[in-house]
């Protein structure tokens, strides 16, 4: 990075055009729902040694800083608490034996900018600006001048790291494993589940969605009812900020209908077989092809008669997701996750990619449902010896990149099973 970049990145968090002048860089952040006279500036020297100190750190996991005796690890607070334990606290800790010191802390100036850089190009930049309609409130009770990445760290990116800093050199590895170590060390003894973010898209999630839904001022009253069940899975999916439950969560959706639309299908062929002209009872032939079939489509555990799973969810999905109206509202979402889903496969479930542009469905729907259902398995699998399973925290930036896919499958399952208000009988 160079000066005139972190100016720029600057100007786009603040959305102010930096005044440059002999010895320093003035921006006026706009304030919330008003403009302001508010000014703050940060000097040459200062911001080049910001940048400076940034060039000498070496990028880990994509949203990870390191050194050769220094980490800073972005972590986010997952809590079933109704408020963070944290917040504004500052949590340190130091192992004079070891010769380690444990922070948890406001990002440094130069994770900042780091951060800035990663998040500046994404369609909704605006959002992991979020803090910044505390603007107004924050400057008002200011005593003093704040600096500039102060201002940015109290009201703009309100963004938690863990910073390990060694006495002596460590390889990045073993940083890593200091720091994990940390977070267990804050999950076992006070309870505080601080989960390391590696990409951006594990921050963002699913909430990119919302660029293709109204604000609810917009609203009309709902016109429909919707199966109970379903509903309790989705609002579970979507008020989790776990990728691993959101994704278990709209697979219930789907898992709800599999009994159903088995043995439909299966009573269907049974159907086919029986009434067709070159079929009789009489015949041997015809009836050991009958038992051959049914043999084929279910399956003996146990004493008890059980189906393909995999051939559930493909036959679910046909019956209610269309794949045009499926690849139209994942255009909407973002326009080159159809390109994603097409070329890469989920590396911890060997989850195979879908040729969109196959021209045929019945293909695009058996990748798609074997990429949805190897995924599911590696979530539940978890034994030592499996090859294909899912890591928590690992994995989940992998596994945020499939949660727009199935959200979108999982709510054209819940519309599909709708019915219009005042339809339904009187109970």
């Keep these: 990075m160079d000066e005139s970049r972190a100016v720029k990145l600057l100007g786009e968090a603040f959305r ?34 910001t940048v400076a100190a940034l060039n000498k750190k070496t990028q880990t996991d994509s949203l990870w800083l390191c050194d050769g005796t220094t980490m800073e690890m972005l972590v986010r607070e997952e809590t079933s608490r109704p408020m963070r334990r944290l917040r504004d606290d500052q949590i340190s800790l130091r192992d004079d034996d070891n010769g380690v010191s444990y922070k948890i802390t406001s990002a440094s100036d130069e994770y900042i900018l780091f951060y800035l850089d990663k998040i500046v190009e ?24 704040p600096t500039i990445f102060g201002l940015m760290r109290i009201a703009y990116l309100r963004i938690k790291v863990v910073q390990v800093a060694c006495d002596s050199k460590k390889s990045s590895s073993d940083m890593l ?7 267990f060390q804050m ?16 921050i963002f999630r699913s909430g990119g969605l919302s660029r293709i839904r109204r604000n609810y001022s917009d609203m009309d009253p709902p016109r429909k009812i919707y199966d109970t069940d379903l509903i309790h899975h989705y609002l579970m999916a979507i008020s989790t900020d776990n990728p691993f439950v959101e994704y278990l969560s709209h697979y219930h959706v789907l898992e709800h209908f599999y009994e ?16 067709s002209p070159d079929f009789s009872y009489r015949r041997k032939k015809d009836i050991s092809g009958l038992i051959k079939m049914m ?18 969810l493909k036959l679910t999905l046909i019956r209610f997701v269309v794949i045009s109206d499926l690849v139209d509202d994942l255009k909407k979402h973002n326009a080159s996750i159809l390109e994603y889903y097409q070329h890469e496969s989920v590396s911890f479930a060997n989850a195979p990619g879908i040729n969109w542009e196959c021209g045929d469905n019945d293909t695009i729907y058996k990748a798609l449902s074997r990429r949805i259902y190897a995924t599911r398995n590696a979530l539940v699998h978890s034994k030592n010896n499996d090859k294909l399973k899912y890591t928590p ?20 399952t819940i519309l599909s099973n709708s019915k219009m208000i005042g339809s339904a009988p009187n109970g």
Excluded: M
């Design 16 to 49: 102010c055009q930096p005044i440059e002048g002999e010895e320093e860089y003035t921006f006026r952040p706009k304030v919330w729902r008003d403009e302001s006279d508010f000014t703050v500036s940060i000097s040459k020297n200062d911001l080049n040694a």
């Design 393 to 412: 925290f690992v994995h989940d930036h992998i596994l945020a990149k499939e949660l727009p896919l199935l959200r979108l499958i999982a709510e054209k």
């Design 260 to 275: 159903e639309v088995f043995q439909d299908e299966l009573i269907s062929s049974i159907q086919h077989k029986i009434t």
């Design 122 to 145: 994404h369609p909704d930049f605006k959002f992991f600006l979020r803090g910044y309609s505390r603007l107004d409130r924050y400057l008002s009770e200011c005593e003093d001048q």
């Design 177 to 183: 494993s200091l720091a994990h170590a940390f977070l």
């Design 295 to 312: 043999r084929k489509s279910l399956r003996i555990q146990n004493d008890t008669i059980t189906f393909s799973e995999e051939q559930a």
């Design 187 to 202: 999950a076992f003894n006070a309870d505080i589940a601080l989960v390391p973010q590696k990409e951006i898209d594990s």
